[in-house]
């Protein structure tokens, strides 16, 4: 099953890179939420306002071919999300 998230960053890509630009993007019920410049202050700014696993973190790219793999199931990071 394709999470929603994903699936909505997946189609709207090439719309969502002409408005944010190769950024960051934390998407949520299929929204964007915030845009960042890297993938950490991505996690830490949006972990203050929502639960780690209710969003996802997609880095934007103009073509398609360059972005990044989408990785399905469970998944465990290693971040630091202090201050």
Same mark, same amino acid.
């Given at each position: 099953m394709v999470d929603k998230n994903y699936e909505y960053f997946s189609k709207n890509m090439p719309e969502l890179y $002409? $408005?944010? %630009?190769? @950024?960051f993007l934390a998407i949520k019920d299929e929204k964007v939420i915030g845009e960042y +410049? =890297? #993938? +950490?202050e991505a996690i830490r700014k949006t972990n203050k =306002?929502? @639960?780690l696993g209710t969003f996802l973190i997609q880095e934007c790219f103009e073509n398609e071919d360059e972005s990044a793999h989408h #990785?399905? %199931?469970?998944?465990? #990071? +290693? #971040?630091?999300?202090g201050q």
């Amino acid at each position: 099953m394709v999470d929603k998230n994903y699936e909505y960053f997946s189609k709207n890509m090439p719309e969502l890179y $002409k $408005k944010y %630009g190769h @950024k960051f993007l934390a998407i949520k019920d299929e929204k964007v939420i915030g845009e960042y +410049d =890297t #993938f +950490d202050e991505a996690i830490r700014k949006t972990n203050k =306002t929502e @639960k780690l696993g209710t969003f996802l973190i997609q880095e934007c790219f103009e073509n398609e071919d360059e972005s990044a793999h989408h #990785f399905q %199931g469970n998944v465990s #990071f +290693d #971040f630091h999300l202090g201050q």
